[in-house]
Each structure stands twice: as structure tokens, then as C-alpha cells.
């Protein structure tokens, strides 16, 4: 089993930066993939940012240059650098991972990030 915690959430100004975290822990061999979602009131869950076992990530375009994704050397946390945030990256954000025996339902407890104008 794969457990998964975020941190690094917080209050910030628009135009301020943020490093969230996601520390896994268990069989964290298994994962091949570990998404950033996250979720505004009212509105679905959405895919912001997603790195592979490989190193290839994938970004929502309304975040695409201003959030990077990576991982650390023992590839037991990953990261989420937010700059240049806006009260539209307002959210709930969770980390989500996905194994090698296909599972895709592991998600952290999720982290608040308030963008204030």
C-alpha cells in the first residue's frame, strides 16, 4: 500500500509563490505516476500537474509556466512550485498517485492554498 501527505499549503498575496509537498510512504516502488489536483468550491476535482516514473510531466495549460512538478533524489516526495499565483489557483490540493498494478485511487488528505487579490 501506498500513503500519500501533502503539505505547504497557505494564505498568499496574488503574484506570491508556494511549494506544496506530497511525501509518500509505504510501497512507494509501486508508483508510476503522481498527480497535483485540485479542487475550488463548486467545481469538479481537475488535473493541474502529473510526473511519471520516467521523469515526463504534463501540465494544465492555466498553469503551464508558472508551476513545476518534480520529485526529490530518493523519490519519496514530490513537489509542487506555484509562482506567480493568482485568487484563481484558490483550492484544495491534493496529490494522487498511480501503481503498478493499476491502482489509481490514492489520494492525500489535501492541502488549502488561498490566493488573495
Known amino acids: 500500500q501506498v500513503q500519500l501527505v501533502e503539505s505547504g499549503g497557505g494564505l498568499v498575496q496574488a503574484g506570491e509563490s508556494l511549494r506544496l509537498s506530497c511525501a509518500a510512504s509505504?510501497?512507494?516502488?509501486?508508483?508510476?505516476?503522481i498527480g497535483w489536483y485540485r479542487q475550488a468550491p463548486g467545481k469538479q476535482r481537475e488535473l493541474v500537474a502529473l510526473?511519471?516514473?520516467?521523469?515526463?510531466?504534463n501540465y494544465e495549460d492555466n498553469v503551464k509556466g508558472r508551476f513545476t512538478i518534480s520529485r526529490n533524489g530518493a523519490k519519496n516526495t514530490w513537489y509542487l512550485q506555484m509562482n506567480s499565483l493568482t485568487p484563481e489557483d484558490t483550492a484544495v490540493y491534493y496529490c494522487?498517485?498511480?501503481?503498478?498494478?493499476?491502482?489509481?485511487?490514492?489520494w492525500g488528505q489535501g492541502t488549502q492554498v488561498t490566493v488573495s487579490s
Open positions: 494522487n498517485a498511480r501503481t503498478i498494478w493499476g491502482r489509481d485511487d490514492i
Open positions: 510526473i511519471s516514473r520516467g521523469g515526463s510531466t
Open positions: 509505504g510501497r512507494t516502488d509501486s508508483i508510476n505516476a
